[in-house]
């Protein structure tokens, strides 16, 4: 049974089958892991906390996998590739009565504010998601204060492309192209 008032949920067919008992609190099990087990949970512990109307939070566990420590070759990776398509699923899915915040505002913080490891990297993602909630929420304002008081310059879509093909996984730059604008493409990273 979802919560939120949410009933009948379908699942992301972006991510694996979640268990609802499943939530943040769970990502512990992964203890110092930050690679493929750790991945694999953080997208089941997504798929759970969307079933259970909870969108918001289901973003914030998608992050958590972006953080993994992968290298593309993974089984996990190629069953279920960087959640590009799953976030941008979860924010067009979502109902208005489920809080999500606004998404622009939050990966524009998050790509700033990263912290090692991979930090570049994490960053880069933080922006390429932040691209998609743009496209999903062109209402949702940037967070004008701090782009003006840190000099923030938001990137556009050719150089977040750019940065993806040099520091993520083989395939990861096609595959974020292929979900702007609605469109998703199959990507392997191999």
């Known amino acids: 049974m979802a919560t939120n008032g949410e009933a009948d ?21 992964a203890g110092r892991d930050r690679g493929a ?3 694999h949970l953080a997208l089941t512990c997504a798929q759970s906390l969307w079933m259970r109307g909870l969108p918001a939070q289901a973003i914030l566990l998608l992050n958590r996998a972006f953080s993994a420590d992968l290298s593309g070759d993974e089984v ?46 994490r ?5 390429a998601c932040w691209a998609i909630a743009r ?4 209402e949702d304002r940037a967070d004008i204060e701090q782009l003006e008081k840190e000099g923030v310059k938001e990137p ?7 940065r993806l093909e040099r520091l993520g996984l083989p395939g990861e730059a096609e ?16």
Not at 90 to 97: C, H, L, S
């Open 156 to 162: 556009g879509e050719a150089e977040i492309l750019t």
């Open 175 to 190: 595959s974020w192209r292929g979900v702007l604008g609605g469109i998703v493409i199959d990507s392997s990273f191999s």
């Open 76 to 121: 996990v990776v190629k069953e279920w590739p960087l959640p590009y398509r799953a976030m941008r699923w979860i924010m067009e899915q979502r109902t208005e009565k489920q809080f999500i915040g606004n998404p622009r505002r939050h990966f524009q913080h998050l790509a700033t504010r990263m912290v090692e490891p991979r930090r570049a990297l």
């Open 123 to 127: 960053s880069w993602r933080a922006w």
């Open 37 to 39: 087990e750790f991945y």
């Open 135 to 138: 496209e999903v929420f062109p």
């Open 9 to 29: 949920l379908k699942s992301c067919p972006f991510l694996p089958p979640g268990d609802l008992s499943i939530s943040a609190v769970s990502m512990r099990a």
